[in-house]
């Protein structure tokens, strides 16, 4: 069965929501704690799934994986994700010391494993897991001005970055689509600021051969206006392509091929965190309504919504599916 196939068996709108950290206010429990055991992986998920039922189960976002276990310097609050601090490569010489992480031994995705593992058996529902992407991960690993200025005075560095952070993203994506995650999206927030030839060059290739080896359902989110690499994005290899909200999808979704599903894309803040919950239901029906032509359409947030979001006004977007 494909990501539309599934979208189109169920009545009315399908949702994937985008919940960040909001389920450690659900626990009680720091981020931590939930990623250092997959007891409480399993439980914050079906807390979330009992609170904001969707038709997928997203486990605590664990987005900055890569970073954490190559060792780059990060921020890590209690209630929120962890952050980079730093940015460590600034030459060639420097990124030959590190080495690619074998999922299965190093730091804690071998932990991570297990915690998909045990939320897979527990649930029916197709189990989504985003990944941080090849382009995005240089940039954590380089900084974005180094890699920007790089893209023209020294693409070489640029291309051996990514080809180090495509292996990295790709080992662990296959790890744990076997270990049973139906649906992974790469985010490329970073992405959404080069050029259509720069994007060409430099990061569809990488994209290209990650989701030709993955055999799960396959999604791309890229923060921003992005209308100039929409097309580059269709042909990809994703069945899912994701849009943050300053995108207007009725817009998009009339050129949009059949066979692609259009993803999104409530905004995080100006909606689901300041709006009251009678109007986050109004304007989620909004959105809904729109979309109604288009059988390719899956209801999700434009990012991840922030951590202190009232459970109030994620329970309105729920409601308005109803």
Sequence with gaps: MSLLDYINEKKGACLLPFMG???LFLTGYTIYEVYNSPEKQLEVAKKMDEYFPSDFIYPMDDGN???????????TPDYDFPSVE??????????????????YKDGRMSTNLKSLKLISCNFK??????????????????????????????????????????????????????????????AEPSSGMISP????????????????????????HICGKIYHIVDQLMTVGAEGISFDQIMNLPKLAKNFPKDKVIVGNIDPIQ????????????????LIDSMKPYNNFLLAFGCTCLNDTPVENLKAVISALK
């Design 197 to 220: 030839k720069a994007f060409s060059k430099f990061i569809y290739p990488k994209l290209q051969h990650i989701y030709n080896n993955l055999s799960c359902w396959k999604g791309i």
């Design 86 to 103: 730093e940015h460590p490569v600034k030459s060639l010489e420097i990124l030959k010391e590190y080495k690619v992480p074998n999922p």
């Design 21 to 23: 950290t909001n389920g």
């Design 271 to 286: 909606v689901l965190k300041v709006m009251r919950p009678e109007e986050i239901e109004k304007e989620s029906k909004k």
């Design 65 to 75: 994986i890569f970073c954490e276990t190559l060792s780059i310097p990060m921020k």
């Design 125 to 186: 529902k197709p189990l989504f897991v985003s990944l941080q992407g090849p382009f995005t991960l240089a940039c954590q690993m380089a900084g974005i001005s180094r890699i920007a200025k790089s893209l023209v005075r020294e693409p070489e560095f640029v291309q051996e970055i990514l080809e180090f952070t495509t292996e990295v993203v790709l080992n662990y994506a296959k790890a744990i689509e076997e270990h049973g995650v139906q649906y992974i999206s790469i």
